[in-house]
């Protein structure tokens, strides 16, 4: 189950990788816009808060992506504390957003539903 986790929290790392890449790196581009519903004056508006969001996206992912690194030489227990930091933050995030923005429900689950799964079989596989 621990294995199984670790994948899960994997993808909802690399899920907030191409969040980071869409608020930091596009987000005044024509498909980033059409992802997130908004008008060119408003990514331009909106443009400093996005990039530093999408910084918020990447430090989860690196936080997951190191505690998936130290589990599997070893360092379980530090390895386990970084990924569900990482992952269980995402999870928060997500439901933000959808107890905050209901409209956004679609993205809300995108963002948290990987690093739920992933979270409930890694604690599964820690206690067994």
């Known amino acids: 189950m621990i294995a199984t986790g670790l994948v899960l929290t994997g993808v909802a790392a690399l899920i907030h990788v191409y969040i980071f890449t869409m608020e930091s790196l596009t987000w005044t581009s024509p498909r980033t816009r059409a992802t997130f519903g908004t008008t060119p004056e408003a990514a331009e508006a909106t443009r400093e808060m996005a990039f530093n969001q999408g910084f ?3 430090f989860l992912a ?3 992506a190191i505690g998936t690194v130290l589990v599997a030489v070893g360092q379980q227990g530090v390895g386990a504390a970084l990924v569900l930091a990482g992952a269980g933050s995402m999870v928060a995030a ?9 409209g956004k429900a679609r993205a809300a689950l ?3 539903t990987a ?5 409930a079989l ?3 596989g820690l206690l067994v």
């Not at 957003?97 to 209901?102: G, I, W």
């Not at 690093?115 to 979270?119: D, I, Q, R």
């Open 56 to 58: 918020y996206n990447l």
């Open 62 to 64: 690196i936080l997951v």
């Open 94 to 102: 997500g439901l933000v957003l959808l107890v905050s923005s209901p």
């Open 110 to 112: 995108v963002q948290l």
């Open 115 to 119: 690093p739920a799964l992933g979270v």
């Open 122 to 124: 890694l604690v599964v």
